[in-house]
C-alpha cells in the first residue's frame, strides 16, 4: 500500500493543472496560443482586458507549466508548452459539448443561428487543395497566419474581409477557417460572402486541428 499524504500530494499536483483551466480568460488565453506564440500585449488585445490582469492569468498557466515564455528585448512572448496542452484544451472542450450541462445553449448564444452555414471537413479541404477555383481564407490575425496556416491560404482578417472581397474570383468556392469550432470568425466570413454571392463554407473545426491531424501547413505572410 502506498503512503496516504504521497498519494494526496501526487493527485492535487494533477489537480493543479485542471486548476489552471479553471478561468474562462485561462482557457480563452489557451485557445489563443493553440495558435501560435503571441506577446503579452497581443493576448490583453484579444481578450479585451489589461496587460496586468492578462499578465497575472499568464503567469497562473506558466505555474502549472501549461504555457512557456521567450524574451524579446523588453518582450516577453507566450506560447503553449507543447502540442500536448493544445490536446487538453481540446479534450476539455469535447467533454463540455457531449457533457457540460447548459453548454448547447451557451454555444447557441455567442455563435448565433448557424443553420445556413455550410461545413467542410478536413479531408474534404485536404483533398481539394490543388483545385484551382478555391479559394481558402484564413481569417484569423495576421499574427496568428504568420505563425502557421493551412498550406495555400490566404490571409484575410476577418476586420479586412469587405476590402478583399474584389479580388476573389466570382465563380470560385470559398472556404473560410479560424481557431476552432466555437470561434466566429469564419462564421461572420461566410455570412458575408454568402450575401454577396459567393458559394462559402466553413472548415468544420479550426487550423489547430488542422494541424494536429498532420495536414499540409506553412509558416510566415
Known amino acids: 500500500m502506498g503512503d496516504r499524504a ?5 493527485f492535487d499536483g494533477l489537480a493543479e493543472v485542471a ?12 485557445d489563443v496560443l493553440a495558435q501560435g506564440e503571441r506577446s503579452v500585449e497581443e493576448i490583453a ?11 497575472h492569468h499568464l503567469r497562473a498557466l506558466a505555474r502549472a507549466g501549461l504555457v512557456t515564455t521567450r524574451r524579446d528585448g523588453t518582450r516577453i512572448h507566450y506560447r ?18 457531449a457533457h457540460g450541462a447548459g453548454f448547447e445553449k451557451l454555444a447557441a448564444a455567442y455563435l448565433g443561428d448557424r ?14 487543395l490543388r483545385d484551382r477555383t478555391l479559394v481558402v481564407l484564413d481569417v484569423r490575425p495576421e499574427a496568428e497566419f504568420t505563425a502557421g496556416h493551412i498550406a495555400g491560404a490566404r490571409s484575410v482578417p476577418i476586420t479586412e474581409l469587405r476590402k478583399h472581397l474584389k479580388a476573389l474570383p466570382a465563380d470560385s468556392q470559398v472556404v473560410a477557417y479560424c481557431r476552432g469550432p466555437y470561434c466566429v470568425y469564419a462564421d461572420e466570413a461566410v455570412r458575408e ?3 454577396r454571392g459567393f458559394h462559402a463554407a466553413r ?3 479550426g487550423f489547430p486541428e488542422w494541424r494536429r491531424a498532420g495536414l499540409p501547413v506553412a509558416a510566415g505572410a
Not at 504521497?6 to 501526487?10: H, R, V
Open 6 to 10: 504521497a498519494k494526496d500530494a501526487l
Open 19 to 30: 486548476k489552471a483551466l479553471g478561468s474562462g480568460r485561462r482557457a480563452e488565453i489557451v
Open 45 to 55: 488585445g484579444e481578450l479585451d482586458q489589461s496587460v496586468a490582469n492578462t499578465s
Open 80 to 97: 503553449v508548452a507543447s502540442d500536448r496542452v493544445a490536446e487538453l484544451w481540446a479534450a476539455v472542450r469535447d467533454v463540455a459539448e
Open 115 to 128: 443553420d445556413g452555414i455550410d461545413t467542410v471537413d478536413r479531408a474534404e479541404l485536404a483533398a481539394r
Open 193 to 195: 460572402l454568402r450575401k
Open 203 to 205: 472548415l468544420e473545426d
